[in-house]
């Protein structure tokens, strides 16, 4: 992912407004992109559900 696109395997860049990652329960290591992590790799937010330390980030996800 990057600013205002996603650049797929192939090589080609899809321009994108807006990008939804969907994971399973923890994010895969290489998709962690930096962000802050908890117990078993989940991804940190607040109860907005922005990622924490960043405005513009969401993180939605599920449990059992």
Known sequence: M?????????????PSDLTV????????RRGRLGLPQGKG???LVGSDLRVRG??????????R
């Open 21 to 28: 990652w969907a994971a399973g329960v923890a994010a895969p």
């Open 2 to 14: 990057r600013p205002g696109s996603v650049l797929l395997g192939d090589g080609q860049v899809l």
């Open 41 to 43: 790799g989940r991804i």
């Open 54 to 63: 960043q405005d513009r980030i969401f993180a939605v996800g599920t449990s």
